[in-house]
């Protein structure tokens, strides 16, 4: 176990007569192994939480400290838990072999090693399809579930492009490869205004030209095990409390995938966040973070004013969790 000592981030403002939440306590790194594959988990403790630990799963392209920069909103209300899946960020890579049950039993292990029975889970992009499979498999293990930028079938954009980015990637054209990233995940300027699109945009450029052969190796191999798996099962999904959002302009993830991804959960809501496209939580940080806080500990998300009105695509209800 290793731990590293974060900076400590100011509480929010007590909204009403809400006590102002403790601060969080230093970050703490796990080293596990799974199935024979070390992987990393990263978790920031709270002392008096509002709410259930929350599991935050990111893309494909993000990795367990990507989420840093949500921590002062989010780590104030309950602990948090990020983590370098087997085959992502960090840890040892994974053959295309191992498809998507291999890692939602992973997130299984890494709660079970860590003693967090229940999580509030939260998985945006290649998150939500670990995330997913994870629910339908564990479901005992999930109190709430909040999936951003999802679908619950692979967007043609991604089968279209898959074949070209592994072939540039594996030939070391790395700043062809950037610009094809660049512009699958985010949308044509033209299609509306997105909050620090130009700069979200350069942010993503430099992400992908700075990878490293690891990052590329684990990269090609994350597209292989999608295209060869796909992302979804129609297997039974909690009924529990869910909330599916997207970024207004996603184009990859269309807000019409999300409406379908919510329409297949019982009772899951499902809005927009405007002015941003799929990289709504990079974009609209503290709106995004305030969305999940909200959700998360039983505040209305109702008539928020950077989100479209709440839509309930499937009208059966889930049952209640406290």
Same mark, same amino acid.
């Given at each position: 176990m290793r731990t590293a000592v974060i900076a400590a981030q100011a509480p929010p403002?007590?909204?009403? $007569?809400?006590? +102002?939440?403790?601060?969080?306590?230093?970050?703490?790194?796990?080293?596990?192994? &799974?199935?024979?594959?070390?992987?990393?988990?990263?978790?920031v403790r709270q002392s008096a939480p509002q709410t259930a630990p929350l599991l935050l799963l990111g893309g494909s392209s993000q990795n367990r400290y990507s989420?840093?920069?949500?921590?002062?909103?989010?780590?104030? !209300?309950?602990?948090?838990?990020?983590?370098?899946?087997?085959?992502?960020?960090?840890?040892? &890579?994974?053959?295309?072999a191992y498809n998507i049950d291999f890692l939602g039993d992973a997130v299984q292990?890494?709660?079970?090693?860590?003693? *967090?029975?229940?999580?509030?889970? &939260?998985?945006?992009? &290649?998150?939500? *399809?670990?995330? !997913?499979?994870?629910?339908?498999? %564990?479901p005992e293990s999930v109190r709430r579930i909040v999936f951003a930028a999802a679908a619950n079938r692979l967007p043609a954009l991604y089968r279209e492009a898959v074949p070209r980015l592994s072939q540039t990637l594996e030939r070391g054209d790395i700043e062809a490869a950037a610009d094809g990233l660049v512009r699958l995940f985010m949308s044509?300027?033209?299609?509306?205004?997105?909050?620090?699109?130009a700069a979200v945009a350069r942010l !993503?450029?430099?992400?992908?030209?700075?990878?490293?052969?690891?990052?590329?190796?684990?990269? +090609?191999?994350?597209?292989?095990?999608?295209?060869? %798996?796909?992302? #979804?099962?129609? !297997?039974?999904v909690p009924r529990v409390p869910t909330l599916v959002f997207t970024g207004e302009y996603d184009t990859l993830c269309t807000p019409e995938m999300g409406r379908e991804l919510a329409a297949a959960m019982?009772?899951?809501?499902?809005?927009? *966040?405007?002015?941003? /496209?799929?990289?709504?939580? +990079?974009?609209?940080?503290?709106? $995004?973070?305030?969305?999940?806080?909200?959700?998360?500990?039983?505040?209305?998300?109702? /008539?928020?004013? #950077?989100?479209?009105p709440l839509e309930t695509p499937c009208a059966t209800s889930p049952a209640g969790r406290n």
């Open positions: 403002r007590a909204e009403e $007569s809400r006590p +102002v939440p403790s601060a969080p306590e230093p970050a703490e790194e796990r080293d596990l192994v &799974f199935s024979g594959f070390r992987y990393t988990c990263r978790i989420w840093q920069s949500h921590e002062k909103w989010l780590a104030p !209300l309950c602990t948090l838990i990020t983590v370098d899946l087997p085959g992502y960020g960090s840890s040892d &890579f994974l053959p295309a292990h890494m709660l079970t090693e860590i003693g *967090v029975p229940e999580v509030n889970l &939260f998985g945006g992009c &290649f998150g939500e *399809v670990v995330g !997913l499979r994870f629910a339908q498999r %564990h044509n300027p033209e299609a509306g205004k997105v909050r620090r699109h !993503l450029q430099r992400q992908f030209v700075n990878q490293t052969q690891d990052d590329i190796r684990k990269a +090609v191999e994350h597209n292989t095990r999608l295209v060869t %798996h796909g992302c #979804y099962e129609p !297997l039974p019982p009772g899951a809501l499902f809005t927009t *966040v405007k002015e941003a /496209d799929h990289l709504v939580t +990079v974009e609209r940080r503290e709106e $995004s973070a305030d969305l999940i806080a909200r959700f998360c500990t039983d505040r209305s998300v109702d /008539d928020l004013p #950077y989100c479209t």
